[in-house]
């Protein structure tokens, strides 16, 4: 077996464990000594035999990053873009995200800042929980929305 086969074999051992992006993988397959004509050789068979799907795998990162580490919209545009996810990818796989579940995720997070800080009625403690949840990575609108929400509550 050529070193070409086996680090196909070895990329697609890893992208057969969990999702994974094409660029990850790419450095995956240039630290293991592949060149780059060898490397997109290999993204295309991982591609072409459904290993390696940028579109799949954007779905699963929006929904993972937003259930479990509860980033906005924002936050998690950025993560894939990092991770060289072309454009219209991006915006299709967050565009999927239910706005309710993303409402209340929102304000489970706020909820739970508050308990720490204490009251939000207190200026201060407002801009405690809005600058907490803007790191998060969700939008001002957003914030200003759930804020007034919690407040009635």
Known sequence: MTEFEKA???????????????????????????????????????TKNKFLDDRRFAGYFVKDKLRFNKWGRIKIAYALRQKEIQADIIEQSIGEIDQ?????????????????????????NKAKAFRFAAQRGFTSDEIYKALARLEKS
């Open 100 to 124: 309710d579940h993303y409402t209340e995720v929102l304000d489970q997070l706020l909820n739970s800042k508050i308990k720490s800080i204490g009251s939000i009625r207190k200026r201060e």
């Open 8 to 46: 196909v074999n070895r990329a697609a051992n890893l992208c057969s464990g969990s999702e994974r992006c094409s660029s990850d993988i790419r450095t995956k397959l240039q630290s293991w000594g592949l060149d780059e004509k060898e490397t997109d050789k290999a993204i295309e068979f991982l």
